[in-house]
């Protein structure tokens, strides 16, 4: 080595992490897009909800279930959706496409930094959204907990993993806010419906309920759905989601770009 | 098509010459899918120099210096910094290279303050940020948000980010761009501020001016390939420009006062005005024979063969009719 080494001791402290996260907190903050759609938006569902009166008494044709607990794992995966397919890469390109991320790529911060910073953001948001749920549904609509504790939250776990998988993927491909944007939607709305948010699992013809066990969200709620009512989630549903999750985490590796 | 040269002087007295170049850069080749980018370019920068790259646009100068800061990866060729490979130690190299480069933004809703803070700490040695803040005038802009920064206070914090972990090596990407003219001349004294505190700088620019008041060194680009690199002056002479002094004498003389100086080569008397050609120092030449004959040069004009007299008498193409289009 030349006589320039002896400049090289120093590392980035690792407290500049804090740093990094509270200024990305500051700019959720300012640029509020994942509260609306993460918790802004569970809380209108919930509010209309409850301006339902059937929403609280069981339906025959649910098997005795009412229809808020039939839903409620559906507005799970509502805020997951929202907060890993539009909020996370919207984000992320916004970034990329003004040349944030590029101005960051010269300093010495470990690229992976604002990665983790932002999925660190909107995980926080969705513990805030899933909380609000938990404590309306309690308290709202007579919700019980989970009679399958340990398999609600894997099968939570999961659903996580595989959606930030793909909110990530969407982030590393996408060019540009509306590209993201755009690519979140042809997700979201796909999953969101085979997680029956527009008419429930047990309500669909076969062949759509075959590929709701397919999806994402599909098998997560169905698998959350299993564990509310005493269910351990099947192994079908829990390997979909690790699928979903191992695959795009790997694309989304494999395709990441700073510019 | 002149030779490329990659060094065109050896080290001076004073050089220190275990320490090495601060950059060298050796036979760098940049494709973008079919377009050469950067072809064979190859030069060293010295230890606290003012290293100059200036070319039209697409000559391959951002290209060759995101390369250097380890952004791009080679498709050939060998670059140290500071003895450290930009691919291999990124991490390393970063935290003694700060780099303002085009296209780089900050979040909009953050504000000059909280942005420098964050910058601040991302090195473990940072620089005095009240003193980064006092000497590029953004101490009472702290509470700013990013996106209501005019383009001159952009500018102005893009390269107190450079510095702002004090560098050994900053590398600035038309760093004057967008700014007025007062600002353009405060940057150019910080820059040398900056260089007199030892700092390392390439400077990459289309303004002749900038990079004739600034850069000891020129690399001259030119589609992707090296024309010259030199001293301004050098760049200058080699383009085989004279320099012309023009004046009005306070009283008549004979011509053979000057003729028969050694950096003169021409006298023409055009009215009232005089015309004297030649090479070297030919002002201060000029100006000291009259006045030892009592003659003082009145209404004084230099025109000295500049930047871009080099740059067409090389490519034989102009260097700045192309950039105009683009940048203004």
């Known amino acids: 080595m030349t006589a320039h080494a002896s400049l090289l001791s120093a590392r980035t402290p690792r407290s500049a992490f804090g740093k990094l996260l509270q200024s990305e907190t500051k700019v959720a903050w300012r640029v509020p897009l994942g509260l609306i759609l993460g918790v802004a938006v569970p809380i209108f569902v919930l509010v209309i909800f409850r301006a339902i009166p059937a929403m609280n008494k069981p339906a025959a044709s649910l098997g005795g279930l009412t229809w808020f607990s039939v839903y409620f794992p559906v507005l799970i995966a509502l805020v997951l959706a929202m907060l890993s397919l539009i909020s996370l890469p919207v984000h992320l390109a916004t970034y990329r496409e003004q040349g944030i991320l590029r101005r960051m790529s010269t300093t010495p911060v470990p690229p992976a930094w604002m990665l983790a910073a932002q999925v660190i953001i909107n995980l926080a948001l969705a513990v805030v959204a899933l909380g609000i749920l938990v404590v309306a549904g309690t308290a709202g609509f007579g919700l019980g907990a989970p009679k399958a504790p340990g398999g609600f939250a894997l099968a939570l776990i999961l659903t996580i993993a595989a959606m930030f998988a793909i909110g990530l993927w969407i982030s590393a491909i996408a060019r540009t806010a509306g590209g993201a944007g755009a690519i979140g939607q042809l997700f979201l709305y796909p999953l969101l419906f085979f997680a029956g948010l527009w008419s429930p699992q047990e309500r669909m013809p076969p062949v759509l309920q075959h590929i709701s066990e397919w999806s994402p969200l599909g098998a997560s709620v169905h698998a959350l759905q299993g564990s509310m009512q005493g269910t351990f989630p099947s192994a079908q549903s829990l390997l979909v989601l690790v699928g979903w999750a191992v695959v795009f985490g790997f694309l989304a590796v494999r395709f990441f770009r700073w510019e | 098509m002149i030779p490329v040269t990659t060094e065109s002087r050896p080290t001076g007295p004073g050089s220190v010459p275990e320490t090495g170049p601060a950059i060298e850069v050796r036979r760098l080749r940049k494709i973008y899918r079919a ?47 500071m003895g450290l490979d930009p691919q291999a130690d990124r991490e390393d190299l970063h935290m003694i290279v700060g780099a303002q480069l085009q296209a780089s933004a900050l979040p909009a809703q953050l504000k000059v303050g909280e942005i420098l803070d964050l910058y601040h700490s991302f090195y473990a040695e940072a620089a005095d940020l009240a003193e980064i803040m006092d000497s590029l005038g953004l101490a009472e802009k702290q509470n700013a948000y990013y996106k209501s920064l005019s383009g001159g206070l952009k500018q102005r914090l893009s390269i107190a980010l450079a510095l702002i972990g004090n560098p050994k090596v900053a590398v600035l990407d038309e760093m004057t761009t967008g700014l007025d003219p007062q600002a353009r001349r405060d940057t150019w004294h910080l820059i040398e501020q900056v260089r007199d505190r030892g700092v390392t700088i390439i400077l990459v620019t289309h303004y002749m001016d900038e990079a004739e008041r600034l850069c000891d060194r020129i690399a001259l680009l030119d589609r992707g390939r090296i024309v010259a690199i030199d001293t301004p002056d050098g760049l200058a002479g080699r383009a085989g420009v004279d320099k012309r002094v023009r004046f009005v004498p306070s009283k008549s003389f004979d011509d053979h006062l000057l003729a028969g100086l050694p950096e003169v080569r021409k006298i023409e008397h055009e009215g009232e005005h005089v015309i004297v050609t030649g090479s070297g120092d030919l002002a201060n030449a000029v100006i000291l024979t009259l006045a030892a004959a009592g003659v003082t040069a009145t209404d004084l004009h230099l025109d000295i063969a500049n930047l871009e007299d080099a740059f067409v008498a090389l490519t034989g193409r102009h260097l700045h009719d192309e950039i105009g289009r683009v940048h203004r």
């Open chain 2, 35 to 81: 377009t050469v980018a950067v072809d064979d370019v190859s030069f060293s920068v010295r230890d606290g120099e003012i290293f100059g790259i200036l070319g039209p646009n697409g000559a391959g100068k951002t290209t060759t210096v995101e390369c250097v800061i380890g952004l791009r990866r080679p498709d050939a060729g060998d670059i140290r910094v």
